[in-house]
């Protein structure tokens, strides 16, 4: 019986396995960005890009031509304006702060519509930002979405790899806080 019970103890240490069990961990994942064939997906993109500081996608989300605007009306501070550069400078930023903690929540439900004095061809959601604040060590910066009209402007892009054979890019962000 001795040949058996030995074959049974090789048999559980196989199976058991020898020693520590250790894992091979790789970087983080990187995460998954939806195809922008929609102005509501891009504002997932967003999202995603901005919520984990990633500048080269939050960059790819924005037209060259890109215009911001930003307004207090109770305080009647001038309108800030931010370009595209402006906007790469800033997830620049915080992609490079190691105590920047970003959190950004969308509407559940996003309407797109069409302001009659745009372009042919774009599109606008207004209000899709649910929640925005950004933490960097002591500092706290929020946005007071009850408090604030958020509007943004999509523009088409012809693009033949995308199967809606266009893509959408933010054109404007506009922000007015009364």
């Not at 894992?23 to 990187?30: L, N, R, W």
């Not at 933490?135 to 408090?147: A, E, F, I």
Request: charged content about 20%.
């Amino acid at each position: 019986m001795l040949p058996l019970g030995l074959a049974i103890a090789v048999c559980v240490a196989v199976v058991a396995g020898c020693g520590k069990k250790d894992k091979i961990v790789g970087p983080p994942a990187t995460p998954r960005y939806p195809a922008l064939t929609s102005p509501e997906l891009v504002l997932v993109a967003l999202r995603t890009a901005y919520t984990g500081k990633d500048s080269t996608e939050y960059k790819l989300l924005f037209d060259q031509d890109y215009l911001g605007t930003s307004v207090a009306l109770r305080t009647q501070s001038p309108i800030d304006t931010l370009t595209f550069a402006d906007e790469a400078q800033h997830i620049a930023a915080l992609a490079r702060s190691t105590t920047a903690i970003v959190e950004l929540q969308l509407t559940p439900t996003m309407t797109r519509s069409r302001d009659p004095g745009d372009p042919p061809g774009w599109a606008l959601i207004q209000n899709p930002i649910y929640g925005l604040t950004i933490y960097d060590g002591p500092n706290v910066y929020g946005v007071g979405v009850g408090s604030e009209t958020i509007e943004f402007r999509f523009i088409p892009t012809p693009d033949s790899t995308s199967p809606t054979d266009t893509t959408w890019k933010i054109i404007r962000w506009s922000e007015i806080a009364y």
